[in-house]
Each structure stands twice: as C-alpha cells, then as structure tokens.
C-alpha cells in the first residue's frame, strides 16, 4: 500500500495513559494507531503527535555488560 499526501506515518502518545504507537495522522490533530482501529488498550481514542527527536531513539540495549 502507498501512504498518500494526506495521511503521513510519525509517532503518537495517548492523552489519558502515555502510550507509545506507530500512528498515521488522518486529519487535522487527528492520527489512529497503525493496527489498532479500537484506538489505545487503556480505551483512549485520543492521540498526540510526538516529538520528532525521539524517532532519533535507538531501542536496542546499549549497557555494557561486566
């Protein structure tokens, strides 16, 4: 599938819990998690854009081990 000009992948948080999806912004301050068309697993249908900075985030384990 291609993203169209009207819909763009980033980053949402949800407003009642904080948790982090892979969202696509469908509208005006309106995005919906990649996957989970019943919104948030805390209910929320409310998201908000997250900074572009934390996409910089590497999510792979970077503590030495002794």
Not at 10 to 20: D, F, K, M, P
Request: contains cysteine.
């Amino acid at each position: 599938m291609v993203d169209s000009d009207e819909n763009h992948r980033t980053i949402a948080a949800c407003e009642q819990c904080g948790s982090l999806y892979a969202a696509l912004k469908i509208g005006d301050d309106q995005f919906r998690p990649i996957g989970r068309r019943d919104g948030c697993e805390c209910g929320s249908m409310a998201f908000t854009p997250v900074d572009d900075g934390v996409s910089d985030v590497s999510l792979e384990d970077d503590t030495d081990e002794e």
